[in-house]
C-alpha cells in the first residue's frame, strides 16, 4: 500500500499539491505514481515563470520503459523547480513528497483547486 | 520400376525443422488430421487462398548455386569512381569470414537481453565510440538505414529541439543528390521547406530550422564552413554535416568547426558497396540532443553485482515506447554492418586508418597532377579523394565513354565536367589508366610512380588539417594482427547467444533458419563489389533477380507492383503510407490525413504515420486483441471526409486470425480510406491468405522476418512494399537511377533498390522452397505454435486464440498470475538465460506476458527443450507460492546466474549452486554462461555513456 499524506491535494494524473506558508504550491507525483513508473531516469521540466492552464502539460517524466506527460493540477504560474532532479532523478522514487518535489507554483485560479481529491478520495480512486 | 536417378538435394526438408512422422505426431497432439486441416481450421474460410501459388518449383541447394551464378555472371564489376557516399573498399578476410559470414554473429536478435548480448553490444560500443571520435562530436548512436534517411533524421532532431515556430531547412546544392531528394521526401508531409542553395550566399533567416552541408561536397570541395556556422547558430538553427569516416582521419572534424549534428555512411570501412546497401550510416551529435536521438544507443550501464554491462540505452525515446510522440520511428538498423565498420577501425587502428585515408589521397595528388600538366581544369583547390575534372580538348563524354571502354566508371556533371572518387583499392596501375583515357589516344605523359616521386609529402592546408587525435582507446590500439583481431571477434562472439546455440522464439520476429545457401552470394564480387549508380547495363543480373523476385512476393501478397527500396519495416510503412498520401493529394483530397491505428499495433504504426503527416485516431481493441468493430466505425464515420487510411496487422499482433478482416477493409475502404497492412506477420499467410485479396492495398514485408534476411543482432532488414494498381503510379522514384511509378513520390532510401545485395537470400529463400515449400512453411509455423501452446497450456494462461481455439504462428502466455508471487515477466526471461535460451518477446502486445514465435525452422525436439524449460520454470515459480522457496532470494529473482557468480567462495543463496547454473539435463551437455549478471537500467539511463569508457573502468576488451 502505497503512502498518503493527508494533508495533501490529489489529482486524478497521480500528482499532487501541498499548500506552504506562503501560500504557494508544491507539485510533485505521488508515492503510488512512482510505484508504478518504476526507476525514473529523467524528468523534464518547465522553467520558473512559465505559466500553464489546468491540464496542460508542463513537462515529461521518464522511467526505463515508459514515459508520462506531467499536467499541471490547477491554472498556475511556476515559480521554482527542483533542479536536484537534473542530477538525481532518482530522489522521485526515494522521497516523492518531499525531495521529490518538482515544481513550486502560484494558483491563477483558485476555484481549480476545488476539483481535487482528498487523501481518502485519492486512495478511493487508485484502488 | 524406374531407377531413383533424379536430384536428392530438396531444400524444403532442410528447411522445415521437424521431420514428416514428428508432424503426424504433433498434429495429434493439435487435434488436426493433416496440415491442410489445420490451416482450415486456422484461417478464417473468407481468406483462404485455394488455389497455389504460380510460383516455380523448389530448387535444390546445388541447382540454386548454379542459378546464382548464371545471374551473377549478368553483372559487369567495373572499378566504379563515381562517388556520392559509395566507395569499394578492401573488406578485411579476417571480418568478412568471421563477422559477415558467420552465423554466430549474422543470426544474432537486437540486443534486448543484453545479458547474453554483451559481445555485440562491445562492437556496437567501439562503433560509437569511432563516430564520436572522428566526427568531434559527444554522442552517437549504433547506426541507421543510410546517408539519405540519416540525414532527414537529423532534420527532423533540428526540428524538434529548435525554439519557436521554424519551418525552413537549408540543404547545399552540392550535397549528394540522393540526400537531397530523401530529406525532400522526408520533409513535405511535416511542413518543412527545403531550401537547396549555394552556402557561400546563403543568407539565414529566423525560421531556419538547421542547415546541412556536405563535407568533403559531392563534388570533392572541401570548403571552410566555420562563417556559414556561426550565421546559422546566430539566428538559433542548427548545423548538420554530411561527412565521410575515412577523409575524417586527415580533417578537421565537423564537431570542431560547428557542427551540432554529423552523420554519414561507414560503408567504406570494410562494407562492400552491395549495388546500394546493406550498410551503416552513423549519426553523432552534440550532448544536448541526446533525448532527441533517434534509433538505438548502446550505454555503458553495471550488473547487478556492480560490475560494468552494456545495454540499450535510453529507449523511451523510441517508437515502441513513445509511439506517435516518437521523434522517429526507426527500429531496425544496420547493427550487422556497424560492428563491420567499427572492427575494421580495431583492425587498423587510427594509424592504420590514417596511413589508407592518406595513400587514397595522394593517388588523388598524383591523379591531380598528372591531368593537370595534361592540361585539364582542377576545379576544386582542396579536396580529399574526389576530383572534379574539366577536360581539355574532348568532350566529358568522350572521356566517359572512354573510361568505360578501359572498364572504368566515371561521373558525369551536367557542366560538362568529370567526377572521379578514389577509394582504398586503387591503385597506380588505375591511376595510369585514367591518365589515358583523358589523354584519349594521345600521349600520356608521365606515369602515377614517376608523378608520385616527384610530389612531396604534403598535408591539407589550414584550417582543414585535423590536428585532434583519435580512437586512442585501447580498443583500437591491440589487434592490429589477424591472430589477435581473429581472437578478440570470436571473444565477443562467444558472449552472445544466436540461432547457432538455441532457438531464439521473439514472437514478431520470425527468428527462422538463415540457410548457409541463401546467405552465399552476398560477398560474391558479382553482387558485392557493384556501385549503386553504375549504369544499369552493368547489373543485368540484379536487374533479373530484382524483378523475379518482386513478381514472387506480387504473388505472394496478391499485389500488382514492388518497390524495394525500404530498408526495414518501419521504412516500409513509412513508404506505404507516403504513397497513400500522394494518392489522396492526386484525387484532390488532401484532407484525408486521419489514420486508424488499433490500440494493439506495434509502436512504429503510429510513429509512421505522423511522420507522413497523419494524425493518429486510436481504434479499441477487445479483450481477445481484436479490432472493436464497433468502435471503428464509428471513428471511420466521424472522419469519413478526412479518412487516409488505417493501419492493420494481420494475422494481429495478438497472433490470431481475425475473423472481421474483410470486413474491417471494406468498412474503410467505403469511406475512402485505404488499408495498409503490416506485414510483419507475413510468416502465417504465405500460400494460405493474400492481402491483396481480402482487401488491402499496400503491405509491406519484413524479408528479414518472414524470407529468410537474417536479423543480424538488429539489421540489416528490408521492407519491400507491394502495392495495388490504385497504387503502383506513386511508387518511390530516385534522382539518379530511374525507377518507380509515372507520378513518383521522392526516394525514401539513398540506393534506388535499397539493400540490394540482401535481396540475393530472399530471392535464393523463395527459389529453393518453390510453390510447396513456401506453403508448407506456412503450415508448419502454425503447426509449431500450436503445438508449443498445446503443450505450456497446463503450466500457462494462453491468450487470445482464434476460431477453434487456434493461435496463428505464435502465441502468448499470461505471465501476471505469477505477481502475487513477487515473479515477472523478465524474471522469466532472465531465467531462460540459465536454461540456454533468449527470452521470448516480453510485455508486448499485453503486459506482463510474453510472446512466443517457433517458426517452421525449428524441429521438435528443440520445441519440446524450451517447453520443458518452460514448465520446469513454472514449477520453480510454484515452488515460491507454496513458500517452499524464498519470495526474494531465488533462483528466478537472481537470475541469469554468472559462471563467476556461481563458483564464487561465497554462496549465500538460499539455493543450490547446482540448481542456479545446471537447471535442466541440457544444460550440462551444452551450457551458455550469459557474460554480466543482471543489468541495471536505471543506472545507465541516468548516467549515459555512449563510447569505451576508460579501461581502469572497464575491463571488457579480451
Redesign the interface.
Known sequence: MSHLPDDLLYTEDHEYLRKSDDGTWVVGITDYAQGEL?????VELPSAGDAFDARASFGTI??????SDLFAPVQCEVTEVNAALDD???LVNGDPYGEGWMIRVRVTNEADLDGLMSATEYGEHIG | MPLPIESEQGFTRRHIGPSDSEIREMLGVVGAGSLDELVRSTVPASILHEEDLSLPEGLSEPELIERLRELGERNTVLRSWLGMGYHATHTPGVIQRNILENPGWYTQYTPYQAEIAQGRLEALLNFQTAVIDLTGLEIANASLLDEGTAAAEAMSMAAGRVKGDRSTFFVAENSHPQTIAVVRTRAEPLGIEVVVDDAASYEPTDDLIGALVTWPATDGAIEDYRDFAERVHAVGGYVVAVADLLSLTLLTPPGEWGADICVGNSQRFGVPMGYGGPHAAFISARDEFR?QMPGRIIGVSVDVNGDPALRMA???REQH??REKATSNICTAQVLLAIMAGMYAVYHGPEGLKRIATRVHDLTRTLAEGLRRGGHEIVHEVWFDTLRVRPSGGSADDVIDAALEVGINLRRFDDGTIGIAFDETVTPEDVDDVLAVFAGGGESGPGAREIASALDPAELPEPFRRSTPYLEHPVFNTCHSETEMLRYIHALESRDLSLNFSMIPLGSCTMKLNATTEMVGVTWPEFGALHPFAPVDQAEGYAALIDELGEWLCEITGFEAVSMQPNSGAQGEYAGLQVIRAYHLDRGDAQRKICLIPSSAHGTNPASAVMCGMKVVIVDVDDEGSIEMEDLRAKAEAHADELAAVMLTYPSTHGVFEEGIREICDLVHARGGLVYLDGANLNAQVGVARPGDYGADVCHINLHKTFAIPHGGGGPGMGPICVNEKLAPFLPGHPVIPVGGEKAIGPVSAAPWGSASILVISWAYIALLGREGARRATEVAILNANYMARRLEEHFDVLFRGKNGRCAHEFILDLRPFRKAGITEEDVAKRLQDYGFHGPTM?WPVVGTIMVEPTESEPKAELDRFCDALISIRAEIEQIELGIADRDDNALRNAPHTAAVVTADTWDHAYSREHAAWPAAWTRAHKFWPSVGRVN??YG??NLVCACPPVEEYTGIA
Open positions: 518504476g526507476d525514473i531516469v529523467f521518464e522511467a526505463v520503459k515508459a514515459v538525481d532523478p532518482g | 533525448r535510453l529507449q523511451t515506447i513513445r510485455s537500467n536505471a539511463d541516468r
